[in-house]
């Protein structure tokens, strides 16, 4: 069946471009339009969407209403993902929008919708439970470490720091092991300490991955090798 999108943006022009590129894609079903958070809400309660993407900032504050939008979904549609389309390269909005769990959020620059690939796949990702993050956003986070401020990294052990590190480039359990010269089982240990030291315990765990490789990168950290200016999805 097609994954059925309703789409969120003020500017008509862009609203109509969007709408055009989604209605022409193999898959996708444009169910519906909005141009600010109420009538988003209201076409989300009319139309049962399984995703919808929306501008961050729309009427009536042009704030941040579609991280908040994300948050209402959550609560009231936990199965309906969400792709937020932003002009900010902003790691507090990226953060915000994965408070509660990274499955099914996506944050992606409006300028990368030029590139049309992006965006579907975006769409087809948070569909399917899966995140995205916009690569520019990672590479805010790491610039981020000249207004560092002390982190919860820091209770971490430097064997900790390896394993996080290698975590942060999308390495699986088994990978990481290899690398390090560690049994699977000493590396699930190390991850599970890593999780309850920075306060993910209570999340599943991909969602603790991503979160812990955004908390790494926020702190300024570079990935094993050196910084790649983008995050591989996360796997176990």
């Known amino acids: 069946m097609a994954v059925r999108v309703i789409l969120a943006e003020d500017n008509a022009l862009l609203r109509h471009g969007l709408a055009t590129l989604i209605e022409r894609a193999d898959g996708l079903e444009l169910v519906g339009t909005a141009t600010d958070r109420p009538s988003l809400e209201q076409a989300v309660l009319d139309h049962d969407p399984d995703v919808v993407v929306t501008d961050i900032r729309m009427p009536p504050s042009r704030s941040d209403e579609g991280i908040k939008v994300a948050g209402w979904l959550r609560r009231e549609r936990p199965q309906v993902g969400v792709v937020v389309l932003s002009q900010h ?99 699930e240990k190390h991850s599970n300490s890593i999780f309850a030291k920075l306060g993910l315990t209570d999340e599943p765990d991909l969602n603790r991955r991503v979160k812990a490789v955004l908390l790494f990168l926020h702190s300024g950290n570079h990935p094993a090798g050196g910084p790649t200016g983008k995050v591989a999805t996360p796997t176990s």
């Open 89 to 187: 390269a902003e790691a507090t909005y990226a953060l915000a929008l994965l408070e509660g769990g990274s499955a099914g959020r996506a944050y992606l620059l409006k300028e990368r919708v030029a590139g049309v690939d992006d965006l579907l796949r975006a769409i087809r990702a948070v569909a399917a439970g899966e995140s995205v993050i916009d690569p520019a956003v990672v590479e805010g986070l790491v610039a981020a470490s000249a207004r560092r401020q002390p982190s919860e990294l820091e209770r971490l052990t430097p064997r900790e720091l390896e394993v996080l590190s290698h975590m942060a480039q999308g390495w699986s359990n088994a990978a990481i092991a290899a690398a390090l010269v560690l049994s699977e089982r000493a590396v």
